[in-house]
């Protein structure tokens, strides 16, 4: 993964602060962001089957408002 110099310095000010090592800090959030997309992924699909579609019916259908929630 090829960062700039500017991402490397950012990742390791937030790490420090947080008590992490650089490697450390990239694993842990790329880890909870991955856990955070799963758990939307599962809500819209949980969204789309109370509308009686697949998740892709309907993204094509066009997104859900806060009416449709």
Do not use: K
Not at 13 to 42: C, F, K, M, N
Not at 46 to 68: C, M
């Amino acid at each position: 993964m090829d960062l700039t110099p500017g991402e490397r310095d950012a990742i390791a000010a937030h790490g420090s602060a947080l008590g992490l090592s650089p490697d450390d800090y990239i694993h842990r959030t790329a880890a909870e962001r991955a856990v955070a997309w799963q758990g939307e992924r599962a809500a819209f699909q949980a969204l789309a089957r109370r509308h009686g579609q697949t998740a892709e019916e309907l993204v094509r259908r066009g997104s859900p408002t806060d009416s449709d929630l």
